[in-house]
């Protein structure tokens, strides 16, 4: 099982859209972008379940890394800029599964809201200079090494169209 992105990153590419000027084709294009690689990082990472109990984080933080690139669609990044976009929405998204137990779910919804500014953020930094690890999903302390399931070299990653070292 997978989980869904929509909560993070809908509304932050559609006031990306909105800021750039886009195309409503733009916007969809942008939307069905980030579900594409949102589902496909938290299924490369064990999916939604795998990531919380092995490591006791809520999986919807690597919907940031994807809102970073939905939110960098409009905006016509280019493919180190998409790389940076990434890394730099990494470093400002995290949070336990802690968040499950509280009585009210407040905390659910804020972190959301956290790796949705995380890619509304990341993009514009990239798109203007700021730089982050060339490769936050394939370095050797990125986001497979840290999340994946297997072994660095038992991975299959054909499904992400990234080859392993």
């Given at each position: 099982?997978?989980?869904?992105?929509?909560?993070?990153?809908?509304?932050?590419?559609?006031?990306?859209?909105?800021?750039?000027?886009?195309?409503?084709?733009?916007?969809?294009?942008?939307?069905?972008?980030?579900?594409?690689?949102g589902i496909r990082?938290?299924?490369?990472?064990?999916?939604?379940?795998?990531?919380?109990?092995?490591?006791?984080?809520?999986?919807?933080?690597?919907?940031?890394?994807?809102?970073?690139?939905?939110?960098?669609?409009?905006?016509?990044?280019?493919?180190?800029?998409?790389?940076?976009?990434?890394?730099?929405?990494?470093?400002?998204?995290?949070?336990?599964?802690?968040?499950?137990?509280?009585?009210?779910?407040?905390?659910?919804?804020?972190?959301?809201?956290?790796?949705?500014?995380?890619?509304?953020?990341?993009?514009?930094?990239?798109?203007?200079?700021?730089?982050?690890?060339?490769?936050?999903?394939?370095?050797?302390?990125?986001?497979?090494?840290?999340?994946?399931?297997?072994?660095?070299?038992?991975?299959?990653?054909?499904?992400?169209?990234?080859?392993?070292?």
């Open positions: 099982m997978s989980s869904d992105p929509g909560a993070t990153l809908v509304h932050a590419v559609m006031a990306m859209a909105e800021r750039q000027g886009s195309t409503g084709a733009t916007a969809l294009n942008a939307v069905a972008l980030g579900y594409d690689v990082l938290v299924e490369a990472c064990g999916g939604l379940f795998e990531v919380k109990e092995r490591h006791h984080l809520n999986s919807d933080f690597l919907h940031a890394i994807a809102t970073s690139v939905a939110c960098g669609r409009p905006m016509g990044l280019d493919p180190g800029q998409y790389g940076h976009a990434m890394a730099l929405a990494t470093f400002q998204a995290n949070s336990l599964c802690a968040l499950f137990h509280e009585q009210r779910h407040i905390s659910k919804a804020f972190c959301n809201g956290q790796y949705a500014m995380a890619g509304v953020s990341a993009a514009p930094m990239a798109c203007t200079g700021f730089e982050g690890c060339d490769d936050v999903l394939g370095d050797p302390h990125g986001v497979f090494d840290a999340w994946e399931r297997m072994p660095r070299q038992k991975r299959r990653r054909g499904h992400l169209a990234v080859t392993s070292p």
